[in-house]
C-alpha cells in the first residue's frame, strides 16, 4: 500500500511556491502524490537561479527556470539521493550504480528542506523495493555542548536554554573554590567580626543601669553615685574601644582576602579562556570578554571585601539584638519584629527583577564596550572613510540601550528602598506607643524603654542596610554567572587524559580521512594526504575551498570531526596541545605584533633568547638592516599591533619570530600577498631562509610563488581534487591549469571553474 502523504490535487497543491504549482499540477500522473519538494535558487555556477526538486510516491521530478522540460527518475535499486554542504552552499545529488545522474546547489536557508526531501525520497524507495519504510535520521553535533542534532534542527535546544537560565544568588556559593584556599583567614575574620557585633551592642545595655540606677533616681533627689557612673562610662569607653580595634583588624583581614580572592578569580578566569579553541573566540566580542575578566571580577572582589562582610555583620547583628530584646521584654520584642515578615516578602519579589535586571545591564554595557573594542584599534580605517559620526552613533545608540536598562533596574529599586524605610519608620512608631503604654502600666522602666529603643534603631539600621545589600549581591550574582560561564565551557580542543610525548618529530604529516563541520556546515571531507618530512607542498583554490581550515586542522586550532591528523605517526590529539604546537612555525597574511620593543616581539616565542639568537633570526629574515635604521634599534617600540612599522617590515619581523624557534613544521598563511612586489621579493628571500630543511605547507594568493613546491594540492569545496608539482598540473590542463591562466591574464575565473565541474553534466542533466 503506497503512503499518501498528500492527496493528490487537494489544497497541499498551494504548499508549493506559486510558480510551481500550475506546472507541477498538470505534470503529476492521475494516482501521483507530491511527498515533499526542495525549491533551488543557484544554478551549478553559484548564480541566483530558481528550480524545483519533488519526491512523489512514483518518482523524483526536477526542472530549472528556463527549461522547457521536466526531468524525472523512477525510484529502482541503485537509486540515492544525498546533500552535502561546503562554505554555506549546498549541494543535492543524485546517483545511481554507474554515474552522477543530477546536481543542484542551493543556500544553507534550504537545508532543512533538503533533508526533509531527502528523508521522504529514502523512505519511499526502501517502500518501493522492501516494504520497510523507516530510516535513521541524519544527525549531527552541536559544536559547544556535543548534543546529537536531527537534521531539521537548526539550533541546540539546550545551548538555547542554558543562554536564557537567569544568574541565581546560589552561584555565588560557587566562588568558594576560590576562598577555600583562605578559610583559616576567613574564619579569622568571622571570629573578629563576632566579637567586634557584640562589642558594639554593649552600650546600649550599659543605658539601663544608667537610667534607672542614676538619671532617674538623682531627679527624684539622691545624688549621683560617682563611682557608679565611672564604672559604666569605662564600659561603654572600653566597648567602643575594643568595637574599633576589633572592626579595624575585621576589614583589614578580609579585605586582604577579597584582594586575593579577585586576583586568583581574574588569573583562572584568563588561563581557561586564553586555553579554549578558536571556535570558541569565533563568537565572542573581545569588549564582552574584558569587561568579564575586568569590571565583573572587580564587582565580585567589591561584594566580597565590603558588601558580603556588611551583609553577615547584619545578619549577626540583628540576631543578636533580637535575643536580647527577648530576653528584655518578649511582648515588646514581639512588637518590634512585626515589620519582618513584609521586608522579607519584598526583598523576596523584588530580587528576581532586579537579578534579571542586572544581567542585562552587563550585557548592554558589554555592547557599550565592544564599540570602544571595535572602534579604538580600527581608527584608522574609521577616519579614512570618514566614519566619525557613524561610530558615534553607535556609541550613542549602545550608550542609550545602557540607560534605558539602568533606568527600568533603578525603578524598581527606587521605589523598595523607600518601602523598607517606611515599614521601618512606623515599626518603631508602633514600638514608642507601646512602650509608653507599658511604662503607663508600671510593666517596664524607662531604662529599659530606652534601652529598648536604642537596640531597635539598631535593629532597624541593619534590616534597612540588608535590604540596600540586596541589590549589590544580584549584581554579583550576574557578574558571577557570566564569569562561570567562561570557566565552565570546555574546549573543543581537549588536551589528551593520556597524552604522548614527542621531544623531537621529523616533521612527518599524514591525513587520513580528514572532514571538518563548522555545527551543521561541511567544510572539509575525505582528505587522505602525506607530507613527507622536509618536503614543501602548496595548498591551491578559490577562496572557501579549504585551504584555511586544513590549516586551522593541522595547526589544532579546531579538531577533525572525521578522520585524524598524524604526526609521525601518532594523532596530534595524543599530544599536549602547547608541545605540539611549539614544533610549529606560523606565518600568516597579516602577522600579528604585541605592543612593546622589537626584540620581545622576535623572542615571543621564546622568552629566553639571547640577543645574540635575536640578531642572528633577524638577519636571516632580512630585517636586520632597517632595524638598525631606527632609533633605537632593537629596543624601538612597534606601538599597538606594530603599526609603528611598515607590512613588509611587520611581516618580516613575523619571520624572524618563527625562525628563532627553529620549527620542524612551517605553515606560510599567504605571507606576501599584502605587499608589493619589491617588498614581496625580499620577503621571498627571507622565507627561503626559514623554509630550508622543514616540513612546509603554504599557501600563497600568487599562484607563481609556489611554482618551486614539490607538490601542490589543489582543493575544491573541501576536497583535493589534484595533486602534482607545478609542470606536471599544467600539462594536465585541468583546473589548475585553468586556475593559473586565468590568474595570470587576470580575468575572472568562475566561467572555466563551472566548465571543470566534475558534478554537473549535460545542460539536461543538471536540471
Not at 215 to 225: F, M, R, S, T, V
Not at 437 to 455: E, K, P
Not at 620 to 641: C, K, M, N, Q, T
Not at 643 to 672: K, V
Amino acid at each position: 500500500m503506497q503512503q499518501n502523504f498528500y492527496p493528490a490535487h487537494s489544497d497541499a497543491m498551494l504548499t508549493l511556491p506559486p510558480l510551481w504549482v500550475s506546472q507541477v499540477e498538470a505534470h503529476l500522473a492521475s494516482e501521483e502524490t507530491i511527498l515533499a519538494w526542495l525549491e533551488i535558487d543557484l544554478d551549478t555556477r553559484l548564480r541566483f537561479s530558481r528550480g524545483i526538486v519533488i519526491a512523489t510516491n512514483q518518482r523524483l521530478l526536477a526542472k530549472m527556470t528556463g527549461e522547457e522540460s521536466w526531468h524525472d527518475w523512477s525510484y529502482q535499486q541503485g537509486l540515492r539521493l544525498t546533500c552535502r554542504d561546503h562554505a554555506g552552499v549546498g549541494n543535492l545529488e543524485l546517483f545511481d550504480d554507474h554515474a552522477l545522474l543530477a546536481h543542484w546547489c542551493y543556500t544553507l536557508a534550504k537545508d532543512t528542506g533538503a533533508n526533509r526531501l531527502i528523508t521522504e525520497f529514502t523512505q519511499q524507495l526502501n517502500f518501493q523495493l522492501t516494504g520497510e519504510t523507516q530510516i535513521q535520521p541524519v544527525q549531527v553535533k552541536c559544536p559547544t555542548c556535543a548534543a546529537i542534532l536531527s537534521s531539521d534542527q537548526e539550533t541546540c535546544p539546550i545551548c538555547v536554554q542554558e543562554a536564557h537560565i537567569p544568574p541565581s544568588t546560589w552561584t555565588l556559593f560557587r566562588l568558594w573554590r576560590f576562598a577555600k584556599p583562605y578559610k583559616w583567614r576567613l574564619l579569622t575574620g568571622f571570629l573578629l567580626m563576632l566579637g567586634s557585633t557584640a562589642a558594639t551592642l554593649v552600650p546600649p545595655y550599659l543605658t539601663m543601669p544608667l537610667m534607672d540606677n542614676v538619671l532617674i533616681p538623682y531627679q527624684n533627689g539622691k545624688p549621683i553615685d560617682v563611682d557608679l557612673v565611672t564604672t559604666y562610662l569605662s564600659g561603654l569607653l572600653a566597648a567602643a574601644f575594643l568595637a574599633w580595634i576589633l572592626g579595624w583588624s575585621r576589614t583589614y583581614m578580609l579585605a586582604k582576602v577579597s584582594e586575593r580572592i579577585g586576583r586568583d578569580l581574574r588569573t583562572t578566569t584568563y588561563k581557561h579562556l586564553v586555553k579554549l579553541s578558536q571556535e570558541y573566540f569565533g563568537g565572542k566580542r573581545t569588549g564582552d570578554l574584558m569587561a568579564r575578566i575586568g569590571a565583573e571580577t572587580d564587582r565580585i572582589n567589591l561584594f566580597i571585601s565590603l558588601h558580603l562582610l556588611d551583609f553577615a555583620t547584619d545578619v549577626i547583628m540583628m540576631s543578636m539584638t533580637a535575643l536580647i530584646l527577648v530576653s528584655i521584654n518578649p511582648s515588646l520584642a514581639l512588637v518590634t519584629l512585626l515589620p519582618l515578615p513584609i521586608i522579607a516578602w519584598l526583598i523576596h519579589l523584588v530580587r528576581d527583577k532586579l537579578r534579571t535586571g542586572f544581567e542585562k545591564v552587563d550585557r548592554v554595557w558589554a555592547e557599550v564596550n565592544n564599540v570602544l573594542a571595535d572602534t579604538i584599534p580600527g581608527i584608522r580605517v574609521v577616519k579614512a572613510f570618514a566614519q566619525e559620526d557613524r561610530e558615534v552613533a553607535r556609541f550613542r545608540a549602545a550608550n542609550q540601550r545602557n540607560l534605558e536598562i539602568n533606568d527600568r533596574v533603578n525603578k524598581v529599586w527606587a521605589l523598595f528602598t523607600p518601602t523598607v524605610t517606611l515599614l521601618t519608620e512606623v515599626g518603631l512608631l508602633v514600638v514608642w506607643i507601646f512602650g509608653i503604654w507599658q511604662v503607663s502600666q508600671d510593666q517596664i522602666s524607662v531604662g529599659v524603654l530606652t534601652a529598648f529603643l536604642a537596640y531597635i534603631g539598631r535593629f532597624y539600621l541593619r534590616l534597612d542596610s540588608m535590604s540596600r545589600i540586596v541589590s549589590v549581591t544580584q549584581k554579583a550574582a550576574a557578574g558571577t554567572k557570566r564569569i562561570f560561564d567562561i570557566l565552565d565551557h570546555v574546549s573543543s580542543v581537549p588536551e589528551p587524559i593520556k597524552p604522548i610525548h614527542l621531544p623531537t618529530i621529523t616533521g612527518r604529516i599524514e591525513l587520513r580521512n580528514v572532514g571538518f563541520r563548522y555545527g551543521t556546515r561541511s567544510v572539509t571531507r575525505d582528505i587522505n594526504l602525506v607530507i613527507e618530512p622536509g618536503e614543501m607542498v602548496g595548498l591551491v583554490g578559490h577562496s572557501g575551498s579549504g585551504k584555511s581550515t586544513l590549516i586551522n586542522l593541522i595547526c589544532r586550532f579546531y579538531d577533525v570531526t572525521e578522520g585524524a591528523i598524524l604526526i609521525d605517526g601518532v594523532d596530534i590529539r595524543s599530544l599536549p596541545v602547547a608541545e605540539y604546537r611549539k614544533h610549529i612555525g606560523l606565518v600568516l597574511q597579516e602577522p600579528f605584533l604585541f605592543f612593546g620593543t622589537i626584540a620581545e616581539n622576535i623572542a615571543y616565542g621564546k622568552p629566553d633568547a639571547t640577543r645574540k639568537e635575536i640578531i642572528a633570526a633577524a638577519r636571516a629574515a632580512y630585517a636586520h638592516e632597517f632595524i638598525l635604521r631606527l632609533p633605537h634599534g632593537y629596543d624601538s617600540l612597534v606601538g599597538e599591533r606594530g603599526q609603528a612599522l611598515s607590512g613588509g617590515e611587520r611581516q618580516r619581523i613575523s619571520i624572524a619570530r618563527a625562525l628563532l624557534i627553529d620549527p620542524r613544521i612551517l605553515i606560510l598563511d599567504e605571507a606576501t600577498s599584502s605587499v608589493d612586489t619589491k617588498t614581496e621579493k625580499e620577503i621571498q628571500e627571507a622565507l627561503d631562509n626559514l623554509v630550508h630543511g622543514r616540513t612546509t605547507i603554504a599557501i600563497a594568493h600568487r599562484l607563481s610563488t609556489l611554482r618551486e613546491a614539490n607538490r601542490l594540492i589543489v582543493l575544491d569545496r573541501g576536497k583535493v581534487i589534484e595533486v602534482g608539482n607545478h609542470a606536471e598540473l599544467m600539462a594536465r590542463q585541468g583546473y589548475y591549469y585553468h586556475l593559473y591562466q586565468s590568474q595570470s591574464r587576470n580575468i575572472d575565473t568562475e566561467d572555466h571553474l563551472a566548465e571543470l565541474d566534475p558534478k554537473s553534466g549535460s545542460k539536461g542533466d543538471r536540471a
